[in-house]
């Protein structure tokens, strides 16, 4: 038997009164509403009119017609599949955007690099566009610059020009006399807790040491001290972010990246210079 859309609406109805029918047999829509739904949402229950009631075999049909997706019952259509699929890799994209943006405004592309003589040795300085990005210190030039290049591997870099004379001359002064502030801007890039962590030993007085815990507590993070360590050693800006202020527990020196001999050497300097 063949049953005529006038037929089947019949018998649709009745499970739709009777509650009877399944979750996914038809659709109905409420031309009052606009909306559509599962014959088992709850909306079900208080019935329409059934003059304005519109049934439907599924939900991409009742779609097409014009009505909306009941936000209760969500019955499943490939339009609204496809569409949340679209909205996916839109935002994909935009994280996929944001995080290039994030890349680059880290990373310059563009670096002049300079290495001046102090009394710890050779120290290398990078500039990005926005200042002082970098300062490493070292025995060679051409160590300083192979680490510099590993710091920097996709950045163009290139030495600096005469123009820079001043501000490297005022930042041997800087390391000369650890009293004073840092002359020039300083380009500090890390994640927002390295950024506290760098604040916290930027705000520290000179000659003053701390440990790692007292660090973390300043910082806020009482507990992460093994993390307060690992922002310590991601530190590239030396001296500029006093990194060689922080002492193990016990009071006796930690390591430093740039060798602990010049750790020893730039304390005494600045207790010196009290
Ligand atoms: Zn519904």
């Known amino acids: 038997m063949i049953l005529k859309d006038h037929d089947l609406e019949q018998v649709w109805w009745q499970r739709l009164v009777s509650h009877t029918a399944t979750r996914d047999e038809f659709v109905f829509a409420v031309t009052t509403t606009g909306m559509f739904c599962k014959p088992t949402c709850a909306s079900a229950m208080l019935l329409p009119n059934r003059h304005n009631v519109r049934f439907y075999a599924n939900a991409r049909i009742a779609s097409a017609d014009g009505y909306h997706a009941c936000p209760t019952c969500h019955p499943p259509i490939a339009a609204v599949v496809s569409e949340a699929l ?7 994209r935009v994280l ?37 990005c970098y300062m490493a210190l070292g025995a060679t030039r ?27 001359k005022s930042i041997i ?11 020039v801007p300083l380009d ?3 994640t927002p807790f390295q950024m506290r962590v760098w604040d916290v030993l930027r705000g520290l007085p000179v000659g003053i040491t701390i440990t790692y815990a007292q660090l973390a507590e300043r910082t806020g993070a009482p507990r992460a001290i093994r993390a307060v360590a690992n922002a310590c ?20 020196r930690s390591g430093y990246r740039w060798g602990i001999e010049r750790k020893r050497e730039i304390l005494k300097r600045e207790l010196e210079s009290l």
Do not use: M, W
Request: aromatic share 6%.
């Open 173 to 183: 002064d800087f390391i000369d006399n650890p009293q004073r502030d840092f002359p």
């Open 96 to 132: 996929r955007d944001q995080a290039a943006k994030i890349r680059h405004t880290q990373k310059p592309r563009h670096l002049e690099f300079a290495v001046v003589k102090c009394y710890i040795g050779a120290v290398l300085v990078a500039f990005s566009e926005l200042g002082v």
């Open 233 to 252: 050693a991601a530190n590239h800006i030396a001296i500029a972010i006093p990194c060689h202020r922080v002492v193990r527990n016990d009071g006796t």
């Open 86 to 92: 679209a909205e996916g890799r839109t935002q994909v």
């Open 188 to 190: 500090i890039k890390g």
């Open 142 to 168: 051409d160590d300083l610059l192979i680490d510099l290049r590993q710091a920097y591997p996709h950045a163009e870099i290139e030495e600096a020009p005469p123009s820079r004379r001043d501000d490297l």
